[in-house]
């Protein structure tokens, strides 16, 4: 086996393992969530009948506390999801071969087509650094976003007789990316590793260059305006890079929260045909989940490439390996 196969084996069993640590992280937050909706249920609510039966609820409902650990319909289909993929990565690498066919081919052409995207767009030298993130998130945002669409998954569990049929109050699995909870953990995840890279690529001074460091030739009074100005936009670029996690998780959660409130209210609106209407939104939600999680992995990749490339527009190079 070469060199550039067993690298890539490896890339195949670590993007998966690191979405593990994307559902661990969104489960604390979850945990939290948990705990929070908890306190607020204790105080005393006015409830109003006519909102009872409107759409899916936005917060994550609590099914289970083993421990006094909270667990939530959305931290079940985040492990389930997580695990069904890794146990996909073992089956797929565990015999490999020559000619791939199966679970293996099939693993292949989605790590070999995401590859050659990536190197497109950020070049091959962060590709080699980056590819485990960006390779996963795309994969587990994919995974979770048409895990959401199996029939069962926010219909089955606990409710009430209401006026047009069952109403499911308390589903038993809910939509991962529905919960701002876990877009939150996946945007977070990577604005440490943007960091992390950041400083890695170009290091402290050439980070605090690429935000403050006047862009051109000047000289004279024009030379001392132009620092003036950049220093200005650069506090600016701060502030736009806090908020990118923000931006991040609410595209996200927003997109996917939408279509399930979509497919909620087609199946509610004529009850007798419930089954029927929701079919072509179904379609159109497969290529929503599809295309969230491109946005999602291409617009981190942008944000990496900006900050790690030198004064010439390109990626600064290292001798450093993660």
């Keep these: ?34 705990f929070a ?10 409830t109003m009948p006519e909102l009872e039966d409107a759409g899916v609820s936005r917060t994550a409902v609590e099914i289970a506390r083993p421990f006094g650990f909270p667990i939530t319909n959305s931290m079940v289909v985040t492990w389930v999801v997580a695990l069904g993929l890794v146990v996909f990565a073992q089956i797929a690498t565990r015999k490999m071969k020559p000619v791939p066919d199966g679970a293996q ?14 190197e497109e767009i950020i070049g091959p030298h962060l590709v080699k650094r980056t590819f485990w993130f960006f390779a996963t ?23 009430h007789a209401g006026p047009h049929g069952f109403k499911i109050d308390q589903p038993l699995l809910r939509g991962a990316n ?31 260059k690429e ?5 051109g030739e000047t000289t004279g009074i024009m030379k001392l305006v132009m620092v003036v100005v ?33 497919l909620d209210t087609m199946s509610a609106m004529i009850p007798s045909l419930g089954w029927l209407l929701p079919i072509p939104f179904y379609f159109m939600e497969l290529l929503v989940g599809l295309v969230q999680a491109l946005v ?13 490339q030198n004064d010439e527009g390109t990626p600064a190079t290292t001798t450093t390996n993660v």
């Design 137 to 159: 998130i795309f994969i587990f945002i994919l995974a979770t976003n048409w895990f959401g669409l199996i029939p069962g998954v926010g219909t089955i569990g606990w409710g």
């Design 230 to 262: 950049f220093f200005a936009s650069g506090c600016l670029e701060i502030i736009s890079i806090l908020f990118r996690p923000v931006s991040l998780s609410f595209r996200l959660y927003g997109n996917i929260f939408a279509g399930e409130n979509m």
């Design 178 to 208: 529905a919960d701002l909870n876990l877009t939150l953990a996946m945007a977070l995840v990577f604005f440490a590793c943007w960091i992390v890279w950041a400083l890695q690529e170009v290091g402290p001074r050439g980070f605090l």
């Design 211 to 215: 935000l403050f460091a006047p862009k």
């Design 1 to 34: 086996m070469s060199r550039r196969q067993m690298n890539r084996d490896g890339r195949r069993r670590t993007f998966f393992l690191c979405a593990l640590l994307i559902a661990v992280v969104g489960s604390a937050l979850g945990a939290g969530s948990a």
């Design 105 to 118: 081919n099939l693993l292949e052409w989605v790590v070999g087509g995401l590859d050659g995207l990536l």
């Design 37 to 46: 909706a908890t306190s607020e249920s204790l105080s005393p609510t006015v």
């Design 296 to 308: 999602f992995m291409l617009l981190t990749a942008v944000f990496t490439l900006l900050i790690c």
